[in-house]
């Protein structure tokens, strides 16, 4: 069993920057960061292997978002530079017990999930 504790949300201006955090629990396996507006579907923002070797992002995130992982800590990374009004919504962190080396950007891959945090950018 996983446990997967998200932290790190709140209000931003737009062009401002948030760090997420998601501290887990058990063993390490991928973990990816996904997102839900109100009235959107969930979609993935990022990925990143077990080992850190790997990451993948949604491509209105590419050169914005970076995703990161600190083993020692078994916590995973979401900073988020300019951020915009679309990057506003909850933001939750998943763990992928089956992925390898490649990632998987389904969120019904994913078995273990984080209460999720609020992502608010706004002026």
């Known amino acids: 069993q996983v446990q997967l504790v998200e932290s790190g949300g709140g209000l931003v201006q737009p062009g401002g920057s948030l760090r997420l955090s998601c501290a887990a629990s058990?063993?390490?396996?991928?973990m990816g960061w996904f997102r839900q507006a109100p009235g959107k579907e969930r979609e993935f923002v990022a990925a990143?292997?077990?080992?850190?070797?790997?990451?993948d992002y949604a491509d209105s995130v590419k050169g914005r978002f970076t995703i990161s992982r600190d083993s020692a800590k078994n916590t995973v990374y979401l900073q988020m530079n300019s951020l915009i009004s679309e990057d506003t919504a909850a933001y939750y962190c998943?763990?992928?017990?089956?992925?390898?080396?490649?990632?998987?950007?389904?969120?019904?891959?994913?078995?273990?999930w984080g209460q999720g945090t609020q992502v608010t950018v706004s002026s």
């Open positions: 998943a763990a992928d017990r089956l992925a390898g080396e490649i990632l998987r950007r389904i969120w019904t891959a994913y078995e273990y």
């Open positions: 990143i292997t077990w080992s850190g070797s790997n990451t």
């Open positions: 058990g063993r390490a396996y991928a």
